[in-house]
Nanobody, 124 residues
C-alpha cells in the first residue's frame, strides 16, 4: 500500500521560505506523477505543482510560478516543494499526492493516493 508522509510545514513570516517534504513508500514510483495541492477551509483543493518521477518534467500553478519549486530525490523516494517569497495567501494545508501515470497531473481527481497534509501559515 502506497503511503505518503508530508513534513516541513509551520509558521513563517511573509517573504520567508519553507521546504516541504513528501516521503513515499510502498510502491515503485518510477512511472508515477507526484503533485502538491493546497486547501483552505471552505474552498476546493487547488493544484500547486507536480513532477513526473522518471523524466522530472515539472508543472506549476500560475500563482506560485517563480516562487515555488518542485523537485524529487529518486534515491530517497522523496518529493520536495521549496517555497520562497511566501505570501499570506499561501496559507493552507498542503497535501502531497501520487498518480500511477504521468498524465493529468494538474487535476486532483486523477490522483490515486494522498498524504495527510501539513499546515503552512504565513503571517503578514
Amino acid at each position: 500500500q502506497v503511503q505518503l508522509v508530508e513534513s516541513g510545514g509551520g509558521l513563517v513570516q511573509a517573504g520567508g521560505s519553507l521546504k516541504l517534504s513528501c516521503a513515499a513508500s510502498g510502491g515503485t514510483f518510477s512511472n508515477y506523477g507526484m503533485g502538491w495541492f493546497r486547501q483552505v477551509p471552505g474552498k476546493e483543493r487547488e493544484f500547486v505543482a507536480a513532477i513526473s518521477w522518471s523524466v522530472g518534467s515539472t508543472y506549476s500553478a500560475d500563482s506560485v510560478k517563480g516562487r515555488f519549486t518542485i523537485s524529487r530525490d529518486n534515491a530517497k523516494n522523496t518529493v520536495y516543494l521549496q517555497m520562497n517569497s511566501l505570501k499570506a495567501e499561501d496559507t493552507a494545508v498542503y497535501y502531497c499526492a501520487a498518480r500511477r501515470t504521468i498524465g493529468g497531473l494538474t487535476q486532483k481527481e486523477r490522483y490515486d493516493y494522498w498524504g495527510q497534509g501539513t499546515q503552512v501559515t504565513v503571517s503578514s
